[in-house]
């Protein structure tokens, strides 16, 4: 254990020499500011985890040696066991130590509650997304952080390296003519649009940046990385289903929203309704796809389908050419605003937020006769710059994180 653990800290002396982006996520104040014992960091993959736990390592003002990265998806901790390892760290003067990938490590649930148990050492650790569904003790005994894709926000900051406000919800409600135009002064050149058009093409993911050229390839890879791996090995799928995940995938991106039943979509996967539910449940925990319930099922066990959206709008550039325009705009407000905010879908209207805001979803021209008479509604409107009333513009709900 020893030379695995001096093996490891050459590594992580290699790693730490690496440059970083001086650019940090939204979450990154509540993880170094965290006094929880253990912390997690869960979410897709190719957001920007790993990243976010170097820097953590970087900002801390403990010495080199007492700190250290490790990620058990590399070949040396195969067949290792995790607390016998953050044991000899600890031993030998570890404070602080960030596992990535953790879901990699063999009985790591078992392995991650012994070390809270046992061990003085303060832990960061990431994981799939999947990985806080799979048991309760993950809620309550660690502190969750989920990391989500870029905002339109953060690509904005990103790619003009400028520094913008978030709003909450409710600002963006009753105030979203004066922020609008806030965020179009912090514009050199104002093209609001332009940029908001770009961001449902590319950004969502940080690795954008890294090589522009290569996005939508890097995007597909991390799409099978998921499938092949995390879903595979958390949810035990055999090898030949994984093209059915595709498939049903695939199926998502190219119809709309409630376009199939359960029964016609089954069919058209080729697999039963049990399993479809299954497998949709398998995508939305991997953050590929987002299921929305319809507001009655609030009340009552009734018989409607969930709307099911891809995670993010960059998913169609990787999975289909033509795409519907309107499923793109309910995509960019799903997954911009669902992260934070209770969403259901409505017979009249699309959203329903917080069990309280009413929201149709459309272009410049979308009137408001669908919800006229409907309390808190609102009408979010892309292709303009600047709303007025209770029509809102789409892109300003990039804005939230």
Excluded at 5 to 33: M, T, W
Excluded at 240 to 256: A, E, H, N, P
Aim: net charge neutral; with cysteine; hydrophobic share 40%.
């Amino acid at each position: 254990m020893q030379t695995l653990l001096e093996n490891a800290k050459r590594l992580y002396a290699l790693k730490a020499n690496q440059q970083l982006p001086s650019y940090k996520r939204y979450i990154f104040d509540g993880l170094q500011n965290s006094t929880a014992k253990i912390t997690a960091v869960y979410g897709s993959r190719g957001i920007g985890k790993t990243t976010t736990l170097m820097q953590i390592l970087q900002s801390s003002p403990l010495p080199f040696s007492s700190k250290l990265y490790i990620s058990c998806d590399h070949a040396m901790f195969y067949g290792v066991s995790l607390f016998d390892f953050v044991d000899e760290f600890s031993k030998r003067g570890g404070e602080l130590i960030c596992i990535d990938e953790v879901h990699e490590a063999a009985n790591f649930e078992k392995e991650l509650k012994s070390i809270y148990d046992f061990l003085s050492v303060k832990v960061y650790f990431t994981g799939s997304s999947a990985l806080h569904l799979t048991s309760p003790d993950f809620a309550r005994r660690y502190s969750m952080y989920h990391l989500y894709p870029l905002s339109f926000k953060e690509y904005l900051e990103l790619e003009h390296n400028i520094l913008l406000q978030t709003y909450k919800l409710e600002e963006i409600l009753d105030n979203h003519e004066n922020i609008a135009n806030e965020i179009l002064q912090s514009l050199k050149n104002k093209k609001i649009l332009k940029y908001f058009d770009e961001f449902l093409k590319v950004g969502a993911y940080p690795f954008y940046f890294e090589d522009r050229s290569k996005y939508v390839d890097r995007i597909i890879e991390t799409i099978n990385t998921i499938l092949h791996t995390d879903l595979s090995k958390l949810f035990s799928i055999q090898p030949d289903k994984i093209d059915t995940l595709k498939k049903l995938l695939l199926t998502i991106c190219v119809s709309k929203p409630l376009e199939f039943s359960i029964e016609s979509l089954a069919r058209t996967v080729g697999i039963t309704k049990s399993t479809l539910y299954k497998y949709i449940e398998y995508l939305d925990d991997a953050e590929l796809v987002k299921q929305i319930t319809h507001e009655g099922k609030r009340f009552a066990n009734i018989r409607k389908s969930d709307k099911l959206y891809l995670a993010n709008t960059n998913l169609f550039e990787a999975l289909c050419v033509n795409h519907d325009k309107g499923t793109l705009r309910e995509t960019f407000f799903a997954s911009q605003v669902g992260g934070f905010h209770k969403l259901h879908y409505l017979d009249k209207g699309d959203f329903l937020v917080d069990e309280k805001y009413t929201v149709e979803v459309g272009g410049k021209d979308k009137r408001f006769a669908q919800i006229k008479d409907m309390p808190n509604s609102f009408v979010v409107a892309d292709d303009i710059e600047v709303g007025f009333g209770k029509k809102i513009p789409l892109w300003l709900f990039g804005f939230l994180y």
